[in-house]
């Protein structure tokens, strides 16, 4: 494994992390709890420390089993969490209210069984809350000792810039993989230039990047991967499909091409993996085995873009 020294701080994170959507056991497809658990200790295992987790994610569900696959090995992790979206029934809503966030963050520590969060990042910005007010809380936390460094998820360069002006953001979270490009252009450059470390997401694009989709897959209804990534329906699909096929030429596993095209980016401090079995975690951390060369690296962007 390697890590990454995100600066000014005591955070050294491995450049793979575990991300934990997945965990929600109602909008993925069926999990075994038991096997979630098991999913992050062989991550650990791996030398994986960032885990990546949400309230959001299955209200709560993904939160307790990080909580119960943590216990013991507290001192081997770092352990990254959300605030800011709140399910009501079927639907979620932007809350990053300070009231709102001393709910979720008591909530957190009591699911997470921890005394303090790691990374606590804004999930999403709230367009009906000023992010100073947020950050001015998240301050008051941190003050508390409930958190300990402040990220941001899912901004784009002008807020990201106005939080950071405005107190020490040490992370943002983005989605970045083969076919989604968009931090590329000013976001990327922009935590280049703050020294943020970039966590991003989604470097499967949900699991079609890892090769093993054939034909479209139908989804259940309610299912998070039919509405959050794009390329899973009709034309979508066929145009990712020929995209992946093209890759096959570099005789490589799909899924560690895939990670390791991202981690080779310039400015990303940690790719978070989804992964719902030991297997899949062991699988991606095997991408840190061989990297990609330049001129690998320049073809793949041009057969993706
Ligand atoms: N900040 C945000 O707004 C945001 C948004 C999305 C995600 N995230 C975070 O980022 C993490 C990663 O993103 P993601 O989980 O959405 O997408 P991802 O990492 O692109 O895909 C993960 C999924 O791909 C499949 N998979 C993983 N490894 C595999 C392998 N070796 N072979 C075949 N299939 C494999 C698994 O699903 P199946 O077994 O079902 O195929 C797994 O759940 C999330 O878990 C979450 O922590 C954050």
Not at 106 to 120: A, G, H, M
Not at 286 to 297: C, P, Y
Request: net charge neutral; charged share 25%.
């Amino acid at each position: 494994m390697k890590y990454f020294n995100i600066k000014d701080t005591d955070l050294q994170i491995s450049t793979l992390a575990l991300g934990t959507w997945v965990f929600s056991g109602d909008c993925w497809g069926v999990v075994n709890e038991q096997e979630c658990i098991d999913t992050v200790s062989a991550a650990i295992d791996q030398g994986i420390n960032l885990i990546d987790t949400a309230p959001i994610y299955g209200y709560g569900a993904a939160e307790s089993l990080v909580g119960k696959a943590i216990k013991g090995r507290r001192d081997k992790v770092v352990v990254a969490t959300k605030c800011g979206l709140i399910g009501i029934g079927a639907h979620i809503k932007h809350n990053l209210k300070p009231g709102s966030i001393r709910t979720e963050v008591e909530e957190s520590l009591t699911r997470l069984q921890i005394e303090c969060i790691d990374i606590y990042q804004c999930h999403w910005p709230d367009p009906n809350t000023p992010i100073e007010e947020t950050l001015e809380f998240l301050c008051k936390l941190q003050k508390e000792g409930k958190i300990k460094y402040i990220g941001v998820s899912n901004f784009d360069e002008k807020l990201l810039k106005r939080a950071c002006d405005f107190t020490k953001i040490v992370t943002l979270q983005n989605q970045y993989s083969l076919i989604e490009r968009g931090i590329e252009e000013y976001v990327l450059p922009m935590c280049r230039k703050l020294n943020l470390g970039v966590l991003t997401y989604g470097p499967l694009a949900g699991g079609i990047l890892s090769g093993k989709y054939k034909k479209e897959p139908n989804f259940k209804p309610g299912d998070s991967r039919s509405f959050f990534y794009k390329c899973y329906k009709g034309e979508e699909f066929n145009k990712t499909k020929k995209k992946i096929d093209e890759l096959e030429k570099f005789k490589r596993p799909l899924n560690q091409l895939a990670v390791n095209w991202v981690r080779q980016q310039s400015g990303v401090a940690s790719v978070i993996t989804g992964a719902r079995t030991p297997a899949q975690i062991i699988q991606n951390a095997k991408s840190f085995e061989w990297d990609l060369s330049d001129e690998e690296l320049i073809e793949i962007s041009r057969i993706t873009k």
